[in-house]
């Protein structure tokens, strides 16, 4: 049951926490913490776990920023070794976003807030007015920034490591006041920041909510539309659209189930009545087909004929563009929801209208995250250090990764998973991306809620709307995210080059530029980091340290559309698709 939830909203405990190391060694040489009133400065993790990790904190959150990638490391070695503590972990990737230490009757919990604020810690401290301290180093040499950490005065260590716990420290309370102020709650992560304010002040009625028909939609749920048109253009245009997944929230949204049919009524294809169709389709010659086909977890927009599960965006518009419904199996019919669209056009009223910084990204965070948690997924990995018997009833031998850990892939209840409307939402997404590209002369490239074009667009600074971002004078689209733009800023009064290749460390300023030519031609970049906690695991091992890695970009695999040699494409045929 996706619930309202009517209870008065609590004030959380918490404290900020930060790690100073030597680069390489790992060698530890402050661990500080701020509770609001009073910074400490501990030696050692065992004197920072035996400081506050006490009965008197029993149930405090410590927050540490991109804590569940790097700090949280050392406390995981120190709580193995002393064997004083019981650990469980939830993971997302190779994050530990939240981390429950118990000891007896006491349980504290560190949490990872990146996953409150996706930015910068420098970034975040600009926004509350208090600029990050610390050395002025060029990050990107090595030497410098590990002779600085090594051979900084102590002093100077505690001054930038207390000014860094007190802007994450601030900026979580600044956080938490715009949200009481509006009917939410602080929770660990903006995602379920977004869901207990959604519940507590904007859902009216409950939703019924059930795993068999979230199974059934979750085959039409599709990532975004990312494709390369063609591999170069000049004299273009980049543009986004404004909170693209909020402004898909506007329209109705599918609430509860009201019918099971196994025909196509007229009545539902005024785009205004939710629902969802098993059908068999076929998608007609076309150089930008509407429909996403899904094939060993990958997404193409072919052409041809196949059965799926849709949602009724998407048959609406294959009708629209001359497609055509071979045969109907069954449709789902919802009840309309509008809930969401109050809550969007709320907070994105509140963001325009609001003249502090900090505010305006509040609310810019609580837009774009809520319409994930409806497809959050109910398999959760975690990871148990020192376990008790109570804990080893339930997992089996197998699950030991090493002495005194244990892997484990649980199966959690999540009330508030309603599949449909996430779908919903990134469906009306792509169509909303779709048909802006479909007014364009030419396009080139598209991401999520933006693309290149020859054409010019009117701007608008409302929901849906386009922002032009980038003028492009060169533009290269080696891949989906794997990107070079040359150009200017949009006034055309700055000269910039663009480079982006996701999931790839470039690094700043020339150095980027360097590794994406490495990348673009093919071959491998090496990069020295520290290890993820599930690499270490798998050489039985807890320890902070260093790994040094290598990536390229696989291009021997099916790209998304069908490319000549002079860079132009053309879709796929279904037919056609063959995953090796």
Excluded at 30 to 49: M, N, P, Q, T, W
Excluded at 111 to 118: G, T
Excluded at 495 to 523: C, I, M, N, P, Y
Aim: charged share 25%; with cysteine.
């Amino acid at each position: 049951m996706l619930d309202l939830i009517r209870g008065k909203a609590k004030l959380r405990n918490y404290s900020t926490y930060d790690l100073e190391w030597v680069p390489g060694t790992y060698e530890l040489r402050i661990c500080g913490v701020y509770d609001g009133e009073r910074y400490f400065a501990y030696k050692s993790i065992a004197d920072f776990l035996t400081g506050q990790l006490t009965s008197a904190n029993r149930g405090r959150w410590f927050y540490a920023h991109a804590g569940g990638m790097a700090d949280i490391q050392f406390i995981f070695d120190e709580i193995y070794k002393s064997n004083d503590y019981y650990l469980s972990a939830s993971f997302s990737g190779s994050s530990a976003i939240i981390v429950n230490v118990h000891q007896g009757k006491n349980v504290w919990h560190f949490v990872d807030s990146f996953w409150l604020f996706r930015d910068s810690l420098a970034n975040i401290g600009k926004s509350i007015g208090i600029r990050k301290t610390g050395p002025k180093i060029n990050e990107a040499n090595e030497e410098e920034v590990k002779a600085w950490y090594t051979n900084a005065p102590l002093y100077e260590l505690v001054d930038y490591n207390k000014n860094d716990c007190v802007i994450l420290w601030k900026a979580i309370s600044e956080f938490e006041k715009y949200l009481l102020s509006i009917g939410g709650q602080l929770q660990k992560t903006i995602a379920s920041c977004a869901m207990t304010l959604f519940r507590r002040s904007y859902l009216v009625k409950p939703i019924e909510t059930n795993k068999g028909l979230n199974d059934i939609v979750k085959k039409s749920y599709y990532a975004s539309r990312v494709e390369v048109f063609n591999s170069h253009c000049e004299n273009a245009r980049y543009y986004d659209i404004n909170s693209s997944f909020p402004y898909a929230m506007t329209f109705s949204q599918p609430g509860n189930l009201l019918e099971i049919l196994e025909t196509l009524p007229d009545y539902l294809l005024d785009d205004k009545q939710p629902f969802f169709a098993d059908v068999s389709i076929t998608v007609p010659d076309m150089y930008c087909p509407p429909i996403p086909y899904r094939i060993e977890n990958r997404i193409f927009f072919p052409t041809g004929s196949w059965r799926a599960w849709l949602t009724g965006i998407d048959v609406v518009l294959l009708l629209q563009v001359g497609g055509t419904i071979d045969k109907v199996h069954e449709v789902l019919v919802f009840e309309p929801l509008h809930d969401l669209s109050n809550y969007a056009m709320d907070l994105y009223t509140k963001r325009k209208q609001s003249v502090d910084h900090f505010e305006r990204i509040t609310y810019k965070y609580l837009l774009n995250s809520l319409y994930g948690k409806f497809a959050e997924s109910e398999f959760k990995d975690q990871i148990h250090i020192n376990p008790g018997l109570d804990v080893l009833q339930k997992l089996d031998r197998d699950n030991m990764v090493m002495p005194g850990v244990w892997y484990e892939e649980r199966e959690a209840k999540i009330p508030h998973q309603h599949v449909p409307i996430s779908s919903y939402i990134t469906a009306r997404a792509r169509k909303t991306l779709y048909d802006y590209m479909s007014q364009s002369d030419e396009f080139h490239y598209c991401d999520t809620d933006g693309f290149s074009t020859d054409s010019t667009y009117d701007e608008s600074p409302e929901l849906g709307g386009l922002k032009l971002e980038k003028i492009i004078h060169n533009g290269y689209f080696y891949h989906p995210k794997i990107y070079k733009l040359e150009g200017a800023t949009p006034d055309g009064k700055q000269l910039r080059t663009w480079v982006k290749a996701k999931g790839f460390s470039l690094g700043k300023g020339h150095e980027s530029h360097q590794r994406f030519d490495t990348l673009v031609r093919g071959l491998e970049l090496e990069i020295n980091r520290m290890c993820r906690i599930r690499e270490n695991l798998r050489d039985n091992n807890l320890k902070p340290r260093d790994v040094k890695i290598t990536k390229r970009v696989k291009f021997d695999t099916i790209p998304k559309r069908f490319t000549y040699p002079d860079g132009s494409t053309r879709p796929w045929h279904r037919d056609e698709i063959v995953i090796d």
